[in-house]
């Protein structure tokens, strides 16, 4: 079965499911964005923005774009680019999100990275942002890889920590405990401030954005109830 499971054509078949049934949820919940002014009018104005977060709440990351589109029609112009590993489970989550508009860079921190870097650095200078969860792709759990800050300190772009959180959901049992937003819920995404990052500040901007990233998912968790 698990042979099975791995065949391309079974994992297409069900990415494409996923992709479905996230976007069957996030049309059927009840979103409010919160914080995002700042980051928005970076990506209006046509400047470069990276935006990380916790890989947990990856599959409601979709509706912030969503959101913002509907708040700034001008950004259907925007390509937003998503980091994720060349591993299986990568490219998986990769083929289940491009149906929201999403384009792939893939490559990570053992495989890929400084090909992954390079084009991470053409699509930010193109002006359109970029995507990463810093603990990503397999842990651990809420502890940030350096990548996205040193990527703020190579490219000159604000990065901001965003995070998203559903009235209805399930906690799957997964390394990260990711939370698969269910149907008929209230939704929230909340952006932190921009966090910039000096040329030679990377390793001290570190622990600012695992604060930014934790706050950031506290902040949706409290608006829609659930406790700590």
């Given at each position: 079965m698990r042979k099975l499971i791995r065949h391309p054509?079974?994992?297409?078949?069900?990415?494409?499911?996923?992709?479905?049934?996230?976007?069957?949820?996030?049309?059927?919940?009840?979103?409010?964005?919160?914080?995002?002014?700042?980051?928005?009018a970076e990506v209006v104005a046509g400047r470069p923005?990276?935006?990380?977060?916790?890989?947990?709440?990856?599959?409601?990351?979709?509706?912030?774009?969503?959101?913002?589109?509907?708040?700034?029609p001008s950004l259907a112009r925007v390509v937003p680019h998503v980091l994720v590993s060349q591993h299986r489970d990568g490219r998986f989550?990769?083929?289940?999100?491009?149906?929201?508009?999403?384009?792939?860079?893939?490559?990570?921190?053992?495989?890929?990275?400084?090909?992954?870097?390079?084009?991470?650095?053409?699509?930010?200078?193109?002006?359109?942002?970029?995507?990463?969860?810093?603990?990503?792709?397999?842990?651990?759990?809420?502890?940030?890889?350096?990548?996205a800050v040193q990527l703020a300190a190579l490219s000159g772009a604000?990065?901001?920590?965003?995070?998203?959180?559903?009235?209805?959901?399930?906690l799957l049992p997964s390394w990260d405990r990711m939370m698969l937003p269910l149907p008929f819920g209230r939704g929230v995404m909340a952006c932190g401030p921009l966090l910039q990052v000096p040329r030679d500040g990377a390793e001290a901007a570190l622990p600012v954005l695992t604060a930014a990233l934790d706050a950031a998912c506290a902040e949706a968790d409290a608006a829609v109830g659930l406790r700590a």
């Amino acid at each position: 079965m698990r042979k099975l499971i791995r065949h391309p054509a079974v994992q297409a078949g069900l990415a494409r499911l996923l992709g479905a049934y996230i976007a069957f949820v996030l049309r059927t919940t009840r979103w409010e964005l919160l914080g995002a002014d700042p980051a928005l009018a970076e990506v209006v104005a046509g400047r470069p923005l990276i935006i990380a977060f916790w890989h947990e709440r990856l599959p409601m990351i979709p509706v912030l774009f969503r959101l913002a589109k509907v708040r700034h029609p001008s950004l259907a112009r925007v390509v937003p680019h998503v980091l994720v590993s060349q591993h299986r489970d990568g490219r998986f989550i990769g083929a289940a999100v491009e149906r929201f508009g999403f384009r792939m860079i893939y490559g990570s921190s053992s495989r890929g990275g400084a090909q992954a870097l390079v084009e991470l650095l053409r699509v930010l200078r193109a002006g359109n942002p970029v995507a990463i969860t810093p603990d990503g792709p397999r842990g651990p759990r809420r502890q940030a890889a350096p990548g996205a800050v040193q990527l703020a300190a190579l490219s000159g772009a604000p990065v901001v920590a965003v995070a998203a959180a559903s009235t209805r959901h399930r906690l799957l049992p997964s390394w990260d405990r990711m939370m698969l937003p269910l149907p008929f819920g209230r939704g929230v995404m909340a952006c932190g401030p921009l966090l910039q990052v000096p040329r030679d500040g990377a390793e001290a901007a570190l622990p600012v954005l695992t604060a930014a990233l934790d706050a950031a998912c506290a902040e949706a968790d409290a608006a829609v109830g659930l406790r700590a």
